[in-house]
DNA sequence: AATTAAATAAAAATCATTTCTATTTAACAC
DNA sequence: GTGTTAAATAGAAATGATTTTTATTTAATT
């Protein structure tokens, strides 16, 4: 585990520093999007003195390399961030738990040609983010949704 | 074409204020998406004394009355606001001209099945966006794109 | 162990957005 | 039209997320 996050970060020429990994580590664990503040409190239970700048700069540099990914979260302004996932742009998250499944998108291709065929132009990228409740929480049916 | 803005304003239960006919009557004219800012600069050369918060809490109510829309642009952190649109989550945007197109989405249907296959859970909305050049700019090929 | 470039802490700055309060104005009744 | 009232506004200040800056520390390499 922590020898692929080694690897990773060496082909990226970034250095292998504690607090990068333990923000990878942290993010592989909960497999579930966060904050960068709520990433900067798990660690600061091992870090007494690490500083919020330094999760930002962090993040952003692993996102840089796609080791993790940027997600928006449709009730909140702020970024959210993930371990890595095959599609990055294709993201199911559920809104009781947080918790980010990717979705398998075979319809894409369907979709840019049908995009094309109205607008005539070019398509370069998308956006594509579906919310609702996963399996488990659709069961309990928690939070009133 | 006021007469239409005053009625939308009065179902909403807004006062028809020209700052706020202003707003609306800028978003109409330019069918492009525009920042909180950008629209207040244009309200500045009719109003010299408009706060921009004025502009950002008539931006939000008439975002929540649906008679404007928000969304997101991917290389900016801000919300642009955009004149109604019949499908309020399926935009089109041209990275060059940043003007605004619906698209015909009805490959949605499929997609939500396709997502509840996968999950096993429940979809409850979604965001989509499709970034690219419009037919204009894909024949100009500005910026570089 | 010494060197060097990158990473960090801490404070401060920035920037978009929101809140607060006193003043103004649209809507409505007369 | 004039008066009344609740909503809208200006302007200043606050907020909150994110970024920048600078001096210090540390990982990688020799």
Redesign the pocket.
């Known amino acids: 585990m922590r020898n692929n996050f080694?690897l990773a970060?060496?082909k990226l020429?970034?250095?292998?520093?504690?607090?990068?990994l333990a923000i990878l580590e942290i993010l592989m664990k909960e497999s579930v999007f966060l904050?960068?503040?709520e990433i900067w409190k798990k660690l600061r239970t091992r870090?007494k003195?690490?500083?919020?700048?330094?999760?930002?700069?962090?993040?952003?540099?692993l996102a840089e390399g796609n080791i993790i990914s940027k997600i928006n979260h449709p009730n909140?302004?702020?970024?959210y961030y993930l371990c890595p996932n095959q599609s990055p742009h294709h993201h199911f998250i559920c809104l009781s738990c947080h918790k980010v499944e990717d979705i398998n998108f075979c319809i894409l291709k369907e979709l840019e040609e049908e995009v094309i065929n109205n607008i005539r132009g070019k398509v370069l990228s998308h956006i594509l983010q579906i919310n609702g409740l996963c399996k488990e929480c659709f069961k309990e049916r928690k939070n009133g949704l």
Chains 1, 2 share one sequence.
Do not use: A, M
Not at 13 to 20: A, E, F
């Open positions: 080694s970060l060496k020429n970034l250095k292998i520093t504690p607090k990068r904050g960068p503040e870090f003195k690490i500083g919020l700048p330094t999760v930002y700069r962090n993040l952003e540099e909140r302004q702020l970024y």
